[in-house]
């Protein structure tokens, strides 16, 4: 085989890998209280630099993140997607009666998934968007974590948005959405075009939080998630549009 042939082979086995990482391989996390998670693994091209675990937003599926995370896998890092219970490929049927919340997501969910990764030496780095953030502080195993990279983690409260935001914020979580959320017992955010469904659990809390001027930090009844955030000691990137 000459060079040229050799060279074209190469390029042809080097676009199957790369198309291949792109699709992704699905997989299932089982969870610590055993519920089950959709994954997607995105293959890195070789050598690998490291891994990546995307955290998504509120009510974000994790295709969302699918090119960004072939992107990466292009760069050389192993990259992970995963879908929160009650989320996407994570949801199992009506999300009525669904006990879940924002601190389940981030201690059973992403934790869950964290502790799935191969503790190889290779570098972790977390990829966190909105509550994906949030959830970096409740971690109880975040010193796995090489790094993060974070964008668009908002306090939530009406009272930093200019004056007609607060009006419409206001009217949406005093007017709008609990009556709704009697009525189907879970928070129905495809109505809005405003992302997924999401279980009344994560309502409630999101509900309560967006209350105070810094969030769950401020939560008199979340002492525990403000001393977890205290400890957190991965060097972190933080972006915001």
């Not at 086995?13 to 992704?24: D, I, M, Y």
């Not at 919340?101 to 977390?126: C, E, M, Q, T, Y």
């Amino acid at each position: 085989m000459d060079a040229e042939a050799r060279s074209h082979l190469s390029r042809t086995l080097s676009a199957r890998v790369t198309k291949q990482a792109n699709r992704g391989e699905p997989r299932t996390i089982v969870a610590d209280d055993g519920v089950s998670l959709a994954a997607t693994h995105f293959t890195a091209a070789t050598p690998v630099r490291g891994r990546i675990l995307v955290a998504g937003a509120t009510g974000v599926p994790q295709t969302f993140y699918a090119r960004f995370a072939a992107h990466a896998a292009g760069a050389g890092f192993e990259t992970v997607t995963f879908d929160y219970r009650g989320i996407g490929r994570s949801k199992r049927g009506s999300l009525v009666g669904l006990d879940a919340s924002f601190v389940d997501w981030a201690r059973k969910d992403l934790a869950s998934v964290i502790d799935s990764i191969p503790d190889d030496g290779a570098p972790l780095f977390l990829v966190a968007h909105s509550f994906g953030g949030h959830a970096l502080g409740m971690l109880p195993n975040h010193a796995k974590l090489s790094g993060a990279w974070i964008c668009a983690v908002g306090a939530g409260w009406a009272g930093w948005n200019p004056v007609k935001e607060r009006i419409r914020l206001w009217a949406l979580w005093n007017v709008v959405f609990p009556p709704l959320v009697r009525l189907k017992r879970y928070m129905p955010m495809s109505m809005f075009g405003m992302g997924e469904d999401l279980p009344l659990g994560v309502y409630r809390q999101w509900r309560r939080w967006c209350g105070f001027p810094h969030y769950f930090l401020d939560d008199p009844a979340a002492a525990d998630l403000k001393a977890a955030c205290a400890t957190v000691r991965v060097p972190i990137l933080a972006m915001s549009a």
